[in-house]
C-alpha cells in the first residue's frame, strides 16, 4: 500500500507532462467521455443519474486539464480569491444536476429541493461577492469558460507583446493630465535627421483609460442589471414557494426579470463609447439566446408547446429520411430532460 501512495505523485506529474506536451489530442479523449454519458443514457439501471455522473466527471476533467495547460503557457502559480471563487462557482456549476438528481434518488422530493435551494443560495452569494467585491461586470457561464487550446500560444505571444509595447510607450513618452495629450520624453527622442515631427501615437491600454469617465456613469447601470439577473434563480424559487410551481407568475417573474436585465444592458451598449467588452457581449448574446428556453419552461411547455413540439417531431419523423433515428428517441426523453434540466435557475 505504501509503495502505491509513494507512485501517485509521480502518476501525477507523469499525467500533467502528457497533458502539456498533448493538448491537442487530449481533447478527443474528452469528448469520447462525453459521449459515453449520452450513450449510457436509458439504458442501464438509474442510467440518469450515472449519466449525469460521467458528463460531470467529464466536464471536471477538462476543467483540470485546462488549468494544467494554462499553467504551463502562461506561468500561472498563484491564484487570488476572485479565481478562486469563480474555480468553485464553475465546480458547482457542473454538477448540480448530479446533487439534485442524486438527493431526490436517496431523500425523495424534499431532499431535492433542500439541495436545489442550497446551490442556488450559494451560487447568489458567490456571484454577488464577484460582483460587489471585486467589480466583475458580465459573469460568464461557466464563470471559467473552456480553454482555446488551438490558440493559446498565439494569444500568449500576442499578451507578451502588448506588454512589451506597453512597457515601451511608458518610457519615452508620458500624458498630459489636463488634455491627455502624448508627450514623447527628451531622452526618446530619436536623431534629428530621423525624425518625423508626427505626434506619438498613443498605446491602445493608454486609450482605454480615457474610457474611465464613460465606465463610471455606466457602472450604475450595468450593477443593476447584473444584479437582476443573479438574484434571479432566488426570486424565481421564491415565488414557487408562494404561487406554486404550476402557476404562470414564477414564469413571468423570471421573463421579466432576464428582459430588464438586457434591456438595461443595451441601454449602456447604445453610447458612442462602449464599456462592454467582446467576452461580454459574447456573454449577452448567449443570454438572449437562451430566452427561447422559456418556450420548454413549465408551466409554458405543459399548457403550449408540448404538443406542437410533439407534433413537429412526429411529421419530421415521417417524412424526412432517417430522421426518426433522432427524433424518436429526442420525443421520447423529452418530458425527463424537460423536467430536469429546463429550470429557470439553470442558467
Not at 436509458?42 to 486539464?65: A, K, P, Q, W
Not at 446533487?99 to 450559494?122: D, M, R
Not at 414564469?251 to 463609447?273: E, G, K, V
Request: with cysteine; net charge positive; proline share 5%.
Amino acid at each position: 500500500m505504501s509503495s502505491i501512495l509513494l507512485t501517485l505523485p509521480e502518476i501525477y506529474n507523469a499525467y500533467k507532462n502528457w497533458v502539456r506536451k498533448n493538448p491537442q489530442s487530449l481533447g478527443d479523449w474528452e469528448t469520447s467521455a462525453k459521449w459515453i454519458s449520452y450513450f449510457i443514457a436509458g439504458r442501464i439501471n438509474n442510467s440518469h443519474v450515472v449519466s449525469e455522473l460521467v458528463y460531470c466527471l467529464s466536464n471536471l476533467l477538462v476543467m483540470f486539464n485546462d488549468i494544467i495547460i494554462k499553467k504551463n503557457y502562461c506561468q500561472m502559480h498563484s491564484t487570488n480569491s476572485a479565481e478562486k471563487l469563480k474555480l468553485w462557482l464553475t465546480i458547482i456549476e457542473y454538477s448540480e444536476v448530479f446533487c439534485e438528481l442524486s438527493a431526490k434518488k436517496l431523500w425523495g422530493v424534499t431532499g431535492k429541493w433542500i439541495i436545489i435551494v442550497c446551490i442556488q443560495v450559494f451560487k447568489c452569494i458567490t456571484r454577488l461577492m464577484l460582483i460587489y467585491r471585486y467589480k466583475e461586470t458580465v459573469i460568464q457561464h461557466p464563470p471559467i469558460p473552456v480553454l482555446d487550446r488551438k490558440n493559446i500560444k498565439s494569444a500568449t505571444n500576442l499578451s507578451t507583446i502588448g506588454e512589451m509595447a506597453q512597457n515601451q510607450f511608458d518610457t519615452s513618452s508620458f500624458i498630459l493630465k489636463s488634455s491627455g495629450r502624448v508627450v514623447r520624453k527628451i531622452e526618446a527622442s530619436p536623431p534629428l535627421a530621423l525624425r518625423t515631427w508626427k505626434p506619438v501615437p498613443k498605446s491602445q491600454n493608454v486609450s482605454c483609460k480615457n474610457n474611465e469617465l464613460i465606465e463610471d456613469v455606466l457602472s450604475g447601470r450595468k450593477l443593476i442589471a447584473e444584479t437582476i439577473y443573479v438574484t434571479k434563480p432566488m426570486i424565481h424559487l421564491a415565488s414557487q414557494a408562494c404561487f406554486g410551481t404550476k402557476t404562470w407568475k414564477p414564469w413571468l417573474i423570471a421573463l421579466t426579470m432576464d428582459l430588464a436585465s438586457l434591456h438595461l444592458y443595451r441601454s449602456c451598449r447604445a453610447i458612442p463609447l462602449n464599456s462592454l467588452t467582446p467576452q461580454q457581449r459574447l456573454q449577452l448574446s448567449k443570454r438572449q439566446l437562451l430566452l427561447v428556453l422559456y418556450i420548454i419552461r413549465s408551466p409554458f411547455y405543459e399548457k403550449q408547446s408540448r404538443d406542437k413540439i410533439n407534433a413537429l417531431l412526429e411529421a419530421l419523423s415521417k417524412h424526412v429520411p432517417l430522421a426518426g433515428l433522432i427524433c424518436k428517441p429526442l420525443a421520447q426523453y423529452l418530458p425527463f430532460w424537460q423536467s430536469t434540466y429546463f429550470y429557470m435557475w439553470s442558467t
